[in-house]
């Protein structure tokens, strides 16, 4: 799978869980919208030049990964999947704040969040989320529609 950097499959139902990518360094848009995909979003951290990232419209869910060390990342879609939980891995944010101004469109959906979570640098001015549920330690900013703290 090396030698492909764009891969758009959206709209194919396809069923099953995504593919790990992570020896594809090379890819830099994966569109798998309005597929039937389950399952996981895998690790996408060593895909350095990924900047497209569309899974929106599956049937994902699990636990949701960094996307830290996509700098390249200007658009990402999670949303119209399951429930996603985040759990703040090493501390990590999704996105890290200075991925906020390259980001032109990020809708991610539901989010759970961990426990002891710090939510301080996720400053959702172009991410629609539609629903934060939390046990996360602090929230200092974010734009969404709804927060629903679980006890």
Do not use: W
């Amino acid at each position: 799978m090396s030698l492909y950097s764009i891969l758009y499959l959206s709209s194919n139902n396809l069923t099953g869980n995504i593919p790990d990518f992570s020896n594809n360094i090379n890819l830099t848009h994966l569109c798998l919208s309005d597929n039937k995909l389950s399952g996981n979003i895998p690790d996408f951290s060593r895909n350095h030049a990924l900047a497209k990232l569309n899974i929106s419209y599956n049937k994902l869910s699990g636990n949701l990964p960094s996307f830290i060390n996509n700098r390249a990342l200007y658009l990402l879609h999670l949303s119209k999947n399951y429930d996603f939980n985040y759990n703040c891995p090493g501390g990590k944010d999704i996105i890290s704040p200075e991925q906020i101004t390259n980001l032109i469109s990020c809708k991610l959906g539901k989010i759970i969040l961990s426990k002891g979570c710090n939510f301080s640098n996720m400053v959702f001015d172009k991410c629609d989320v539609h629903t934060v549920l939390s046990n996360a330690k602090s929230i200092y900013y974010i734009s969404i529609v709804q927060i629903i703290y679980k006890k």
